[in-house]
């Protein structure tokens, strides 16, 4: 089945600069790539999405890219602010269900 | 539209006791997954329904745990007997036929001691 990673485990940055998270995917079919963040105690929530057949994909201040040959994507924060802190999740899946999430993003923006 | 309604939110149960966790979907969703995090696993899909049907349960950890989605506005996740490593936020999600996504519910903070 379909095996996500996703890198670093937590991530510390100063407001104002940029966060960037990867991950990588093992299934060559896997053609959905959704961002969720999840803040203390709530649910995760989409933030960004990216399907197969675009390589990039920006969103006000968020961007994720997609490389299908290396098989791995990235979400890209600029600007950060205290309250993009969270924990972001990265997933992978066939026809855009069965969601394979990664372990996970601690980020932490300091003022 | 009140989004995907679980319940209870909180559960606290003694070791060998059976849990039910319920979960509403959102009207005119017809997938429905149920998902359980945790620190040391992340969050992992246990099973996932279409129109009522169990699609795929490979996820499911064991035979103590069991899930049905009777209607389309109604699943439940069974454990019995339920164990300490149950201890979990299991949640529900829902998704539209033709849309990928998926829509968390608040989720249920289970403690089995």
């Known amino acids: 089945g379909e095996n996500v990673e996703q890198h670093p485990s937590t991530l510390s940055v100063q407001e104002g600069d940029s966060a960037v998270i990867k991950c990588t995917y093992s299934?060559?079919?896997?053609?959905?790539f959704p961002w969720y963040k999840q803040e203390l105690g709530k649910r995760p929530q989409l933030i960004i999405d990216i399907r197969s057949n675009v390589g990039e994909k920006k969103d006000q201040r968020i961007a994720v890219t997609l490389n299908k040959t290396a098989k791995h994507f990235s979400l890209h924060i600029t600007e950060t602010q205290p309250e993009d802190s969270a924990v972001y999740f990265c997933a992978a899946a066939n026809s855009g269900y069965a969601l394979n999430f990664g372990k996970g993003t601690s980020l932490l923006v300091t003022p | 539209d009140a989004g995907v309604i679980q319940s209870p939110r909180h559960e606290v149960t003694e070791m060998g006791q059976e849990v039910t966790l319920r979960c509403k979907p959102i009207s005119g969703h017809d997938y429905l997954f149920w998902y359980r995090q945790t620190m040391m696993r992340g969050l992992e899909l246990l099973i996932y329904?279409?129109?009522?049907?169990?699609?795929?349960d490979s996820g499911m950890p064991e035979d103590r745990f069991s899930a049905k989605m009777p209607n389309a506005s109604f699943s439940t996740l069974k454990i019995q007997p339920s164990e300490p490593r149950d201890s979990a936020v299991y949640f529900c999600a829902t998704q539209r036929t033709g849309a990928y996504e998926q829509y968390f519910g608040p989720g249920t903070r289970l403690t089995v001691t």
């Open positions: 329904f279409n129109n009522n049907v169990p699609i795929d």
């Open positions: 299934d060559s079919a896997s053609n959905y």
